[in-house]
Each structure stands twice: as structure tokens, then as C-alpha cells.
């Protein structure tokens, strides 16, 4: 008999916890860390004035603009078909309903180069819908619009698919009870419904913007590309490096990154303030 | 306000979740809807609420149709079993929510709204608790948040539903006591469910018990217990001892059973079932008695008799351990039941009412 008893290790209920948590973050860093961080270090090589020199090249200026004026648009539309979408989804019965929920995800299915091809096909001036567009006086092929209409049909489902499953799970009895208050069904929804999705919807939105704002595939067939008028700041970093002209890509590359960062950090700090009344005390 | 329900129905689907219910409730009363899940308690409630809306039957209050009116205009409190507090506003918010939401015209004014919920938070005794969001709170805490909001709008009706089936029994007994003290104090017409009895009978000035969607009885506890109205009020009374007996004159009679102490019933001859509860039986040793004792069990205050007939396990009866007659029992003791109190119905087809205690066609007694 021995009386020193033999140090108690601390099972996981989980084991693997080391081999899982390394293998992600190796896949983590691979896949995203390192370009992001090459990405960052090109950028810090050009050196401030000239990255500076570069950004606020006209060209460069003009195609950020207009990025980020479509992707707002877009997303703006978005968001709120698809707070509709999902309303439409989640609350009514009707036939069809299963059809329509997948279709929504034919757009993340399907190759955003088709998706461009064939709204250029429709907004053509012979296009079926260009054709009627056009004789009311409006182009889209080759305008800001159909930047816009390119960047929405690629962004659809993000604010669907985050919103729908918060919606489904939303208490019913929050409504009752507040219908027995006496609230009508619009007060019910702003003061009830809507502070219980915004996370979500917020969260789906910003995504659905960053996706907006880096689309390339989908543009590029119906933009038209005319520098300084329907030319996407992808399009051009992609110019840029075909000309050799890896700073000038990196720089314009490095702009789009900060600031889908910075949205992704603005959505957080949302949802995180959005979700005090979660904390303990 | 009174309350009168009058040949309600209503289904859902191919189920039947009321079979015409009329039920009369008056101005001040506190009343209990008692009953097994799926007897259409909960489904009544939301129809006086306006959250269901019956498929045949009338509805009024006070004089007026409230069929007519949407819930928004009924003026109710409703309470939720799971309390349905909007969990992004503070208790303040919550209870203030109600007269918040009204139409410009008849909203009170800030001020207004300011101390009325200080004086609910006062009343409720949740004073400290108004800055809190309600993930923040105890069970017991949100059940008074979730009657505060109710209570703000000063409804003519309050509705509660299964108001203290989430908490634990201390909270629930204590709510209890604070529930009838607040029903005593608005003077509000009060209607709850609940599928405790104890509850139901301790809290109610009335119960009605309902089963598949039918009102099987309504009274006070003594009324339900010692008369229940049909084989189902006395089985969720918890008389869970069936014995088949035989009637002769009033007076039923069963093999090894001494049933002097049951009043004569006016009940026609032939057979009938005796529905008894465990504890107001008491086991008689006798020698070649019908039951033998297979096992006691002490509950410390109670003492478990399990009995068995002829080898095949049968039920079991309660007496106090201290009882003068729990010490002559002993594993192996055959014995013969006196019960103090019982139920007779004639055996006839249960369900098949409208004659349900006095019988029309006697069945097979359903043991040999």
C-alpha cells in the first residue's frame, strides 16, 4: 500500500480536443490566414505614399466608387427581400412553398459566370426584359444597373438563409402575448419580431455586402468595363495584374479587404450589443 | 365581469378538442380548469382570449359577443405557462409594454406609465428587479414580471395558463398563496388552468374538471372527490382501484370486501365498478382473505401496502404507519378491504354517454 495517490488528470468529455483544435487552425492558417497576411504585406511593401498615390488614382477612385455605391444598392434590395423572403417562408403555408425555398439557393449553386451570362442575355437591348426596359428609356446592360443587378442575384440567400431559422425558432407565445396587450400586428412586428431577427438580419446583410462588394464573375459579363464608368475594383486589381503591376493589384486588393473587415467588425459589435440582455448578471 | 360560454366546439383537424361546452362564470370568481393534457383546458382558455377562435358555440361577457371582437380589443391578461416575456426589454419595458402600445389618443403619458409600473414592481415585490432583462431572472421572478405586464393593462379577465407548471414546488406553493392574494386585491374575474389538483383546489373558488373536451364536473374539492360525476373524474381523482362489485338494492356487495361503511346509491340492481382511492381503503387481516400482502413499503409517514390475489400482482393501499391497524401487517398476512369512501357506477360502455352514471345497458362485469 502506497499513500501517495497518483495526481488526478482532468478527463475531456471529448477526446481528440488536441488533434481536432490543431488540425483546424493548420487548415485555418493555410487556407486564409496566410493569403490574407501575404495580402497585408504586399500591400505594406508598396510603402504609404505610394499605396496612397495609387488608391487615389482616378481610376482607382472612380471603379471603388462605384463598387461600393452597387454593392450598397444591391445589398440595400436584398435586405429588405429578404427579410420579406424569409417572412414569406417562414410563416405562410401555401404551394409550392418547398419549391421556392430551394430555388433560393440556386444562386450560391450556381457558377456566377453563368448567372452573368444569362442576366446579360435577359438585359440585353434584344433581351426579353432589356428589350421593354430599353424602349422605356432605361439601359441596364453596360450601366451601373446592371452591376447592381448582377451583385443582387449573387447576394439573394444570405439574408434569407440567416434570417429564416431565427424566425422559425421565434417564441409564438412572445406574439400572443402581445397581442392580448393590445399591440396591432405592425407594432408587434417593430417592437417585437424585428429586435429578435436584427442580429440575424444584420449579420446576413453585411455578408451579404462583403460578397457584394468582392463579386467578380457575375459583373464582369454585364458591367461592360468601361474604365471610370462600370469598371468594379476587382475587375481592375485583375487588370492590374495582368499588366505586371502586382502593387497596383495588392493596393486595390488591400482596400477591399479592410473594408469588408471593418463591416464584419461593425456587424459584431451589433450583434454583440444587440444581444446584451443575454448576459448575466 | 361575467363569462358565458355556451355550447362551444372546436376542432383541430380530425381531433375534437371541445364537444360543446357551456360553462357559466361569475363577476370576481377565481376559477380552475382542471384536467389531464389534451382535455381542451388550454384550448378554452385561448378561445376566451382570442388567440383560438371555436368553430360553433357563443362567447360573452359582460352581455357583450366577444366572438365579434379581436383579442387586441378584449382587454385580457393572459399568462403563459413559459411566462413569454419579450426578452429584449427590461422588466420595466415588459410590464409598461401594454399601455406603451396604445393608440396615441388613449396612451398616458410618460409620467403616467412611469408610476404604475413602479407601483406594480411594488405590488408584484419585484421592486429591485426593473432595470433587469428577463433572461436575468428566476423562474418564480418571471412568472410575477410576466403577471405584472398582465396586470398593468387592468384587464377585465385574467387568464392563466398552467401559470406555475414550470417552477418547483416551494416557488409553486408560495406563487400560489401570492396568486389568490392578488385575485383578491383587483377583484378581476380570474380563470386558470392547470393540471394539478392540488393546486386547482387549494387556489379555486371552483374547479371544472374537463376531460376529451367535455366539462365532466364542476364544484369544490369534497363535492369532486367524495361524488365524482363519472369514472373519469374519479380515476384522475386518483381513485386507481377498480373492482368489480355486483349491486342489489341499492347496496353493493363484492367478495372479500366489507362495504358497510358506503352509503345505499341509488343505482339499479345488476353489476357495477367500485372505483376506490388507495388511502381510503383500509386492509382487514382475515384468515383465507382474498388479498395477500406481497410487500409494504414506509414513506415514513405513509406506509405502501402492495397486495396480490392468488398469485397475480394486484394494487396497492395507503394507510398512516402509526394507524392501529398497519401494525397487525405483515408480508404474507391474507387480508379482506374495508374502504371508508368509494365511487359506484353501473358497468355500462363508459363513453358512450349521455347516461353515464345511471345505466341504460349493462355490459359483462370485466372479470371473471
Known sequence: MTDVAA???????????????????????????????????????IGPERFLRIITSPRTLAALKITVTAAAVATLFNALYGLLMAWVLVRYEFPGKRLLDALMDIPFALPTAVAGLALTALF????????????????????????????????????????????????????QAAVTLGARPWTIFTRIVFPAILPAFLAGSTIAFARSLGEFGAVVFIAGNKPNETEIASLLAFIRL???????????????????????????????????HREPR | ????????????????????????IESGELVALLGPSGSGKTTLLKIIAGLEWPDAGRLQVEGADWLQLAAQDRRIGFVFQHYALFPHMTVRDNIAFGLTVRP????????????????????????????RYPLQLS???????????????????????EPF?????????????????????????TIFVTHDQEEAFELADRVVVMGEGRIEQIGHADQIVDHPASPFVARFMGATIELPVTLTAGRAEGEGLDLSHLPRRALPDGPA????????????????????????????????????????????VDLPRRAPQARALTVGTRVNLAPEAGALFSTVAERSSPARGDTTQPLKEHSA
Open chain 1, 124 to 175: 440585353s437591348a434584344n433581351g426579353w426584359f432589356g428589350s421593354v426596359l430599353e424602349s422605356a428609356g432605361i439601359s441596364v446592360v453596360y450601366t451601373i444597373w446592371g452591376i447592381i443587378i448582377a451583385m443582387t442575384f449573387t447576394s439573394i440567400p444570405f439574408v434569407v438563409r440567416t434570417v429564416q431559422p431565427v424566425l422559425e425558432d421565434l417564441d409564438p407565445t412572445l406574439e
Open chain 2, 139 to 161: 423562474g418564480g421572478q418571471r412568472q410575477r414580471v410576466a403577471l405584472g405586464r398582465a396586470l398593468a393593462i387592468q384587464p377585465t379577465v385574467l387568464l392563466l395558463d
Open chain 2, 104 to 131: 396615441r389618443a388613449e396612451r398616458p403619458g410618460k409620467a403616467v406609465i412611469d408610476a404604475k409600473v413602479d407601483e406594480l414592481l411594488e405590488f408584484l415585490q419585484i421592486a429591485p428587479l426593473g432595470e
Open chain 2, 165 to 189: 407548471g414550470a417552477l418547483d414546488a416551494a416557488v409553486r406553493r408560495d406563487l400560489r398563496q401570492w396568486l389568490r392574494g392578488v385575485h383578491d386585491a383587483t377583484g378581476s374575474t
Open chain 1, 242 to 276: 495582368e499588366e505586371y503591376d502586382y502593387a497596383g493589384a495588392a493596393a486595390i486588393a488591400l482596400v477591399l479587404l479592410i473594408m469588408a473587415l471593418t463591416l464584419l467588425l461593425i456587424s459584431n459589435l451589433i450583434q454583440i450589443w444587440s444581444a446584451r
Open chain 1, 7 to 45: 495526481p488526478i488528470r482532468r478527463k475531456r468529455v471529448l477526446p481528440g480536443f488536441t488533434l481536432s483544435l490543431g488540425t483546424t487552425l493548420l487548415y485555418l492558417t493555410l487556407i486564409i490566414l496566410i493569403p490574407v497576411l501575404a495580402l497585408v504585406l504586399k500591400g505594406a511593401e
Open chain 2, 1 to 24: 365581469m361575467s363569462i358565458i360560454v355556451q355550447n362551444m366546439t372546436k376542432r383541430f383537424g380530425r381531433t375534437e378538442v371541445l364537444r360543446g361546452i357551456d360553462l357559466t
Open chain 2, 273 to 316: 365498478t367500485l372505483f376506490l382511492r388507495p388511502a381510503d381503503v383500509t386492509p382487514v387481516p382475515t384468515a383465507n382473505g382474498r388479498w395477500r400482502i406481497c410487500r409494504l413499503t414506509s414513506t415514513g409517514s405513509l406506509l405502501r401496502v402492495d397486495l396480490d390475489e392468488g398469485g397475480t400482482p394486484g394494487f396497492s
